[in-house]
């Protein structure tokens, strides 16, 4: 059994920041793709950023040069550091992860999701 557990959200005033944190455990051998999609209300999900095991990155272009995303592989954990914040980055958060759970296996896993609100 794997769980994705994520901290880190709240509520914040505009220009400000938050860390959001989202840690892999259970059984799995290793994690290969992490990242963090959002999903705000009556809106679609969509990606945020993403990071590969070996530390390429990939961002959504509304919140590049804002956000960043980093992992400690040691530790299964990836990281969002949020600057800048806006009112429309408010969402909630998901972590997702690819596990490998076998020589064969792989699987793509969800956290359950942090609040972010962006607000004055």
């Known amino acids: 059994q794997v769980q994705l557990v994520e901290s880190g959200g709240g509520l914040v005033q505009p220009g400000g920041s938050l860390r959001l944190s989202c840690a892999a455990s259970?059984?799995?051998?290793?994690?290969?793709?992490m990242g963090w999609y959002r999903q705000a209300p009556g809106k679609e999900r969509e990606m945020v950023a993403v990071?590969?095991?070996?530390?390429?990155?990939n961002y959504a272009d509304s919140v590049k040069g804002r956000f960043t995303i980093s992992r400690d592989n040691a530790k299964n954990t990836v990281y969002l550091q949020m600057n800048s914040l806006k009112p429309e980055d408010t969402a909630v958060y998901y972590c997702?992860?690819?596990?490998?759970?076998?020589?064969?296996?792989?699987?793509?896993?969800w956290g359950q999701g942090t609040q972010v609100t962006v607000s004055s």
């Open positions: 990071i590969t095991r070996g530390g390429s990155t």
């Open positions: 259970g059984r799995m051998l290793s994690t290969n793709a």
């Open positions: 997702q992860a690819e596990i490998i759970v076998s020589s064969i296996a792989k699987y793509d896993y």
